[in-house]
Structures are given as C-alpha cells and as structure tokens.
C-alpha cells in the first residue's frame, strides 16, 4: 500500500503548540516532495506548507510564517509541521501529500501533489 499517515493532531489553547507529522507507508518519504494543507469546515482545501525532496527547500504561506516550521526525519521516514502560537482560525483538518515528480523546488498550491492522506483534526479553542 502507498499511504502518507497524518498523526499529532488535537485540542489545544490558543497559543498553544502542537507537531502533527505525516508518515509514509509503503514507500520512502525522502523521495517526495510533501506539503501541507488544511480545510476549515465549510472552507476550501488551502495550502499551508512545503517541503522539497531535494536541498530541503521549504515554503509557507503568509498566514503561518513565522509559526509553523516544516521538517523531515529521514530516519523515520516523517514530515513533521511544528505548529506555535496557534490561533483559533487555524482550526481545520490537515492533510500531507506527496509529489514525487517535483523535487528542487515545492509549492503550496497543492495541484501536483498525486498522494494524499487523510488527515487529522487540529482545533484551537478556549
């Protein structure tokens, strides 16, 4: 099976952290380039985050710079997006997907990336 496993979703404070990762299953996250993307309830899918396969290029968008940071641990074949001073608008699902076609460079508009996961729920309440 080709899967990316979403995990590290939860409730948390506003101002609060949490570290969602996304797992490759099947297959070795270090030749993809992965991205990052929620979706509110109601709201379109909208990306968040990238990272490339090669050189480790990142990007994000201008409503998380300079909170979240994007990772990966090869050795445990995971992308991680470290997520601080969270705000409740960033409640949403996220999702991880992979492209292996593009790898020197990533982009957040999600439309060539060919594997997605499932998600997992963050919500930022009081």
């Known amino acids: 099976q080709l899967k990316l496993v979403e995990s590290g979703g939860g409730l948390v404070q506003p101002g609060g952290s949490l570290r969602p990762s996304c797992a490759g299953s099947?297959?070795?996250?270090?030749?993809?380039?992965i991205g990052w993307s929620g979706q509110a309830p109601g709201k379109e899918r909208e990306g968040v985050s990238c990272?490339?396969?090669?050189?480790?290029?990142?990007y994000y968008a201008d409503s998380v710079a300079g909170r979240f940071t994007i990772s990966r641990d090869n050795a445990k074949n995971t992308v991680y997006l470290q997520m601080n001073s969270l705000k409740p608008e960033d409640t949403a699902v996220y999702y991880c997907?992979?492209?292996?076609?593009?790898?020197?460079?990533?982009?957040?508009?999600?439309?060539?990336?060919?594997?997605w996961g499932q998600g997992t729920q963050v919500t930022v309440s009081s």
């Open positions: 099947g297959f070795t996250l270090d030749s993809y380039t």
């Open positions: 997907a992979g492209d292996q076609q593009t790898i020197y460079s990533c982009s957040i508009a999600m439309g060539s990336y060919e594997h």
């Open positions: 990272i490339s396969s090669r050189f480790g290029r990142t």
